[in-house]
Structure formats: C-alpha cells, structure tokens
C-alpha cells in the first residue's frame, strides 16, 4: 500500500505529563522535540507530504495522533480512546481529516485507539486490549465491512496495542514479537520474530520503499536487511519514555 499523505502534532511542553508505564526516567522536551522533527524529515524524504498539527497542552498524549483515527482510502474513522484521558483526541483530530475522507465514528459505548488497527491490504487486525473494547473492535469491523474489509480480532493481555507486537513489512510479511509469533490469525504470513530484548523495536513503520526502525535493535536490523527496503534507523529514546513508538506519531494515508 502507498501512503501520499501524514499527520502529525506537535508534543507540548507538558507531554511528559502523558500516560506511560515505561519506568525509563522523565523525558527531555528538548530531545522529544528534535526526535519528532527527525520523524518529520524521515517521513518527508520517504515521499509523503506532512500536515504539522499545533500542540494541544490540554491533551498532553495528543502527538500519539495515530490513536485518535484509522484512515482507509474509503473514509477515515474517528476512534474512541480508550483512555479517558485522551478521549478528547477524537475530535480535535477531525477537522483534519475531514478534507480528505468521508468521517465516520466510533460511538460510546465502543472504544478504540488507532494503536490497535493493522492493515494489510483488505484485512485489517484488531487487538482487543485495555484500551479497545470488543463493542469499538466491532464497530469498526461493520464500517471497513462495507467496503470489503475482512477484520480479525486479537485479544491482547501483555502489551498496551496491538501495533507494540505486530507490523506489516510487505503484504505477505509481518514483524512480531514472540508473544504473538504462534498467533493462528497470522499463521499464513511469513513472520520476521523480534527477539524478546528487542521488543520495543517490534513497532517499525513501513513507508512506500522504506522502513522506518527504531535505533538500538541490531539482530532484528540483520534479520530485516534481507528484505529490500531501505531501512532508516530513528532515535526513539522520549518517545518511548512514554510508551510511544513509530507507528503512534503519524497517521498515514
Ligand atoms: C498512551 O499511553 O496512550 C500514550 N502515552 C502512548 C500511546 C502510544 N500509541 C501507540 O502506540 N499507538
């Protein structure tokens, strides 16, 4: 799938008061600002064009923008985070998607963070964690349904989204973490397993030829030279404090 566009938000100032389970110190604005303008430019020179949203301090998560929505060519479907803290994500993300997709929503009592939605072509996977309810998992599942969709559920227990365990490299390859290697609703996928002490960087973003990895995972680096994609390495190291990754900072389209 080629993706043309992006989204992103800033992080405020106050985005290590955010959600996070990490135990990995306080993070650096300074840094987290120079790690997300880095993404800005890895995303630019993979061909996208980047629609910069304005900080949102009132919602201090609010740069994880991938969770507010899941965007298909057909229509962009507005989530319901499943965090109540960041429920209010949902609409300030709206406005700019409307420009470009037909908008549908999640609605209460659902809930949904885009976190959880992986597309491979026509089918779409859903964990269903503590963040995403069986009611939005399916309420998601009708809306892609008429328009060809085939969803899978996953119940997840040990991560906080789906995407933290499983990504697409290509249409026949995922990347996943053990916990979810033997999963049979992946069994007909060629899977590149992450090692257990490379878990974070389980959650890489591909881009039309490229792919986006997180820095400090060398054996899934080794593994993922074999496939031919030119492969950008990221400083993740604030993003990751809070318990974000690469997919979280973008939506693509
Ligand atoms: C949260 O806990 O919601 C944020 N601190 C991190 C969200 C990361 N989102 C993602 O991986 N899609």
């Not at 992103?8 to 650096?28: K, M, Q, W």
């Not at 906080?160 to 996943?176: F, I, P, Q, R």
């Amino acid at each position: 799938m080629n993706f043309e566009d992006a989204i992103v938000r800033r992080p405020a100032e106050n985005f290590a008061d955010g959600l996070t389970s990490a135990e990995l110190g306080p993070p650096e604005f300074a840094l987290m600002q120079a790690q997300h303008e880095a993404y800005v430019c890895a995303l630019r020179e993979a061909g996208l064009r980047v629609q910069i949203l304005d900080a949102a301090p009132q919602f201090p998560d609010a740069h994880f923008v991938e969770d507010a929505a899941i965007v298909v060519p057909e229509l962009a479907v507005i989530a319901r985070p499943g965090a109540g803290s960041r429920r209010g994500e949902a609409a300030l993300i709206e406005p700019a998607l409307a420009p470009h997709r037909p908008i549908a929503r999640i609605e209460a009592p659902g809930t949904l963070d885009g976190g959880d939605v992986l597309q491979v072509g026509k089918h779409v996977f859903v964990g269903v964690s503590a963040r995403t309810n069986e009611t939005g998992a399916r309420q998601l599942e009708a809306l892609l349904a008429d328009h060809g969709y085939r969803c899978t559920l996953i119940p997840l227990t040990h991560a906080l989204h789906l995407k933290s365990d499983l990504n697409a490299v290509g249409s026949e390859t995922l990347v996943v973490t053990r916990a979810l290697a033997d999963h049979e609703a992946i069994a007909r996928f060629e899977r590149i397993i992450v090692d257990p002490d490379e878990t974070y960087a389980a959650n890489l973003l591909r881009i039309n030829g490229r792919l986006l990895i997180a820095r400090g995972a060398p054996r899934l680096r080794d593994k993922l030279d074999a496939i031919a994609l030119e492969i950008v390495e990221l400083d993740m190291s604030e993003v990751r404090k809070m318990d974000g990754g690469l997919t979280c900072l973008s939506i693509r389209f």
